[in-house]
Nanobody
Framework: QVQLVESGGGLVQAGGSLRLSCAASGRTFNSYAMGWFRQAPGKEREFVGGISGSGGSTALADSVKGRFFISRDNAKNTVFLQMNSLKTEDTAVYSC???????????????????WGQGTQVTVSS
């Protein structure tokens, strides 16, 4: 069982930055690919980015490439999403997910996670 808790969301003006964190419980954190997903009101959940268990491979949605960066600290069981140059269309609830045995790319293609956090709200104002 893995429990995930996101933090770092909030209200920011367009062009600003936020860093989201996702803290995981458990002793096998580096066995899981980790992903960030977001869901805006009235829209389907979409993949934002993912990172392999070792941190050596990442995947990002085209809509955030060059603005968002994903990283992880396996010593602290935490994955991060650095969001820069935020746009109003980035407004959503951001959730992290953990997936065992698949790549970060597959997490994105299938929208799959074994475990999910509750999410944190990110609101970008114009």
């Amino acid at each position: 069982q893995v429990q995930l808790v996101e933090s770092g969301g909030g209200l920011v003006q367009a062009g600003g930055s936020l860093r989201l964190s996702c803290a995981a419980s458990g002793r096998t954190f580096n066995s899981y690919a980790m992903g960030w997903f977001r869901q805006a009101p009235g829209k389907e959940r979409e993949f934002v980015g993912g990172i392999s268990g070792s941190g050596g491979s990442t995947a990002l949605a085209d809509s955030v490439k060059g603005r968002f960066f994903i990283s992880r600290d396996n010593a602290k069981n935490t994955v991060f999403l650095q969001m820069n140059s935020l746009k109003t269309e980035d407004t959503a609830v951001y959730s992290c997910a953990a997936a065992y045995g698949i790549s970060a790319q597959t997490m994105g293609l299938k929208g799959y996670g074994d475990y999910w956090g509750q999410g944190t709200q990110v609101t970008v104002s114009s």
